[in-house]
């Protein structure tokens, strides 16, 4: 009988949330991390949607963005609590101070920095997007973008997104910068 070989595994101890930009492939990203690690998956956008019964863009147009920005914390609260898995921000989420405390505390953020035209390339034949709905989107997503990075920087982990990489291969990269830089995160076992 032939000798079998140990099988390298992971095993998660905090939640992996993923922040950046529109258009940076959080969604697309984590729901492939989140299978390769066997965890959960989840997304604070879809469940703000599912608590307020609208979609983001209609609880931006009724209540504005004040209003979606506390929701959001809560949503993002309560999800941290759970069982640690992977979890998908909005691209506003992590400009918030009790935010990005709360995801510091309680799990460890992956900023997925993609460049302007790759985030470009991706958004700009989308209509699902608040806040390019203005008659210059692409200078709007520049204007965020210049904004944001200096506060995406401080995320704990930073993994590049390009436009040639796939999903496997983005999932593969969190976990090697996870397991190289933040083994309480992240613990390889054979």
């Known amino acids: 009988m032939a000798e079998e070989q140990p099988h390298n595994h992971v095993i998660l101890h905090k939640t992996i949330v993923l922040v950046g930009m529109m258009g940076a492939g959080k969604t697309a990203v984590g729901r492939t991390l989140a299978a390769q690690l066997g965890v959960d998956f989840l997304d604070s956008d879809h469940e703000i949607e599912i608590a307020a019964d609208r979609s983001i863009a209609e609880i931006f147009s009724r209540d504005g963005e004040a209003f979606f920005r506390e929701k959001e914390s809560q949503v993002i609260e309560r999800l941290l609590e759970g069982t640690p898995g992977v979890l998908s921000t909005g691209g506003g989420a992590f400009l918030a101070p009790r935010n990005r405390e709360m ?88």
């Open 103 to 190: 995801i510091t505390a309680k799990g460890v953020s992956i900023w997925l920095d993609a460049g302007l035209e790759v985030l470009w390339e991706r958004v700009r034949h989308k209509n699902t997007r608040p806040l390019l709905q203005t008659s210059d989107p692409k200078a709007t997503l520049a204007g965020i973008y210049e904004a944001r990075v200096p506060i995406y920087a401080m995320a704990d982990v930073s993994v590049a997104s390009g436009s040639n990489t796939s999903l496997e291969e983005m999932g593969a990269r969190v976990q090697q910068e996870l397991l190289a830089q933040r083994p309480d995160v992240l613990e390889a076992v054979t």
